[in-house]
């Protein structure tokens, strides 16, 4: 009876192995049907262009008023006695309290107590308000009404001979920076350099809600909206092709610009250049699978996935708040300008360099304190942190606009310049899905977010280099 019960055993077991055999082929074949589906959605998200759609170039964001005044007027920056006075009253209240110092060992939980000393030692007795108003007003500054908003823009044109060809560029800030993120570059990109036949007139506009540009009055002020407010200002100056520069979420603007607008923007530099689609992260987050793969000799900027996530979830808690309580978070950074200073310059220390948290100077020796007190100054003198903070909440309720003209590729010439601690990276052929003409781009091996703040040089030589590989193409075809 041993040898049957051995194989009544056996034929157990077989069955069993059987049973295992195909649960296994069920789930390789669940496997291969779902990544087969993906795979699928995939080629059809890449292969499928959306149609550009039709936009309004007259959506009325100002009061609503039928006298608009369309006139281009000088203006002036202006830092009045009464403002200067309110600011000299509040340093003596923060002065006097309570102040919290940061935790020993650590500068991970927000700006340290030792950096914000300094900023607030220097912005009191160091600041020189007249000087700083001659420094702003060394150019020309102009406003214009646009769709109802009163917009503003410095223009600063070349003084030169007939050599030289001048050619229009547009120069676009993001958040939390300002026209001042441009005032030394202006003078490198207005100014003759060996090797090159060109100069450029140079506008740059403060973004509608940013400082002396005049906010929404209702919402729905996406990117692509503010993009049909700069071309129309443009057109207003009488300019009708232009090349274009942004950075920070500039470059969803002139991204769109350059999209929606593709016979007026002759050439495209953006110094983020990061393909915005749904099909690129997918990439991105597929691409965890084999980085190098994906992002080559660069594979350190784009993974581990867990890091970059992780230090997203960390840092961008700001477009959050900002994305959902623009309003309620404006309120108490508007009434104390060493809150709006902290808050302001915390974001420009650390995407700087993501390693300037772990300094007790949080990185501030790299900056002239005067410089990063100006941009503060644009906000806190007009008020305007809370319709700067808009932007983030339009754009997180239109996102399936901004989706659609993120997938829509753009003909414009287009170069792109990577800092080596910019927060996202696109590989080149995850951008030329976006921008097909993409001639070049420059990685460099320093720098971080806001390089027109930190590298105006780097960033004015990138500008020239491009824009002449530009015209040389164009000659070329």
Known sequence: MAPKKKKVNNNVKEQEKEKSSNVWLIVVSAAVVLLAVISFRLYIRL???????????NVWWGPNTTNQDTSIRKYRVIFS????????????????????KSLEDSATYGINSFVLGQIFAHWQFKYKYPERVRYFNKYEHFRTNIQGLDMHYVHVKPNIGSNFKVLPLLLLHGFPGSIKDFYEV??????????YKFVFEVIV??????????GAVRPGLTAYQMAIVLRNLMERIGIKQFYLQAGDFGHNIGSHLATLFPNQVLGYHTNNPINFSGSASMVWVVGAIWPTMVAKEFADRLYPLTDKLAYYLEE???KHIQGTKPDTLGIALQDSPLGLAAYIIDRILLFTDPANKYKEDGGLPAFNSTDLIDNVMLYWSTGSITTAMRFFKEMMENSEMEEKLASIPTQVPTWGLRAKHELTHSPDFVLRWKFPNLIGTTNLQDGGHYLAFEKPEVLSNDIFKAVKTFLEAKRNK
């Open 81 to 100: 006695d009464a403002m200067q006075e309110n600011l000299r009253r509040k340093f003596e209240t923060f002065r006097r309290a309570t102040r919290i």
């Open 47 to 57: 292969s499928t262009v959306p149609e550009l759609p039709r936009v309004d170039l």
């Open 205 to 214: 506009p403060s973004l509608p809600g940013f400082a002396f540009s005049q």
């Open 316 to 318: 961008f808690g700001y």
């Open 186 to 195: 202006i003078p490198l990109l207005t100014t003759p350099r060996e090797g």
